[in-house]
């Protein structure tokens, strides 16, 4: 009798297991193998992926939040990576996604795992603007190169402000941190590519207290930057200068406490506390 009840309560036992692990998104069958992703702008992630009845997969997510994406789950079965200039959504159950408003079938639905979701990697790439470079079957390294981000904005805080480039129209908003009040500075920085190009922006207090916001935006390979400079005083813009095309580097204030304005045609020098010009020369 003791025999039969222990039988009873082992198959129970069994059957509750089964029963538990059949709530979670798990799969047994699953493992992780190493990634490369080379992302354009040189950055090198090496991460782990995961491999599911011989298909690569990578996390949406985690890829998502790489390329400045911000990610979000639409309803319980739909998930969203989106930007200015990229539109990413997967059902869960489909293998049918939409990238910038194209239907993709990415050949395998998406994969929960350890609360991640997984899609497809050769999708993930191609989506991202990237490819798959390599696969070792040997080892199951996978490289993925040409991985693009989306930055949709650069900010920097200054004095209580915060200072915020718009990269789909590529003008300066100046946001009031206690007030939200904003003024927008049109610069016409046209077709910011954060994958090929540097965009910094610093700032100077002058002796005489005029804030100097120069804003950089470089070439990679080339070293050649434009050069936006804009004065401030008393939070109020003064003088703009933008300049194309520079290869040497230019200091807005001069050893004399003067400060310099470089644009396509010409240098002003204009006076510290006033801003007013003392003289023009050519470029």
Known sequence: MMK???KAIAVILSMSMLFLLG???TYAASKYVVLEAQWKDGHIDHVQTLLKDGVTYGSIFSFGSEARLHWSMEDKDTAVLSGSRKHIVVNLGSNIAEVDGQEVDMGRAPVWFISHLYVPIKFLAAALDGEVA????KSGKV???GLHKYN??????????TYSILSQVGDL????????KTVTIPLGIKDIDVNTHNLT???????KNLLIATIVYSDRKTSVYDLYTLVFKNQGLIRKSIAHGLTEQIESIRADGKIQLINDEN????EDETGNILEVNAR
């Open 4 to 6: 039969k009840w222990n």
């Open 23 to 25: 709530t979670h998104k």
């Open 134 to 137: 390599e696969w070792d079957a």
């Open 143 to 145: 490289t993925l190169t």
């Open 152 to 161: 949709d904005n650069f900010s920097s805080g200054m004095l209580g402000y």
């Open 173 to 180: 908003e100046i946001t009031h941190e206690n007030t939200g």
């Open 201 to 207: 922006m610093d700032f100077e207090v002058t002796s």
């Open 267 to 270: 240098i002003r020098v204009i």
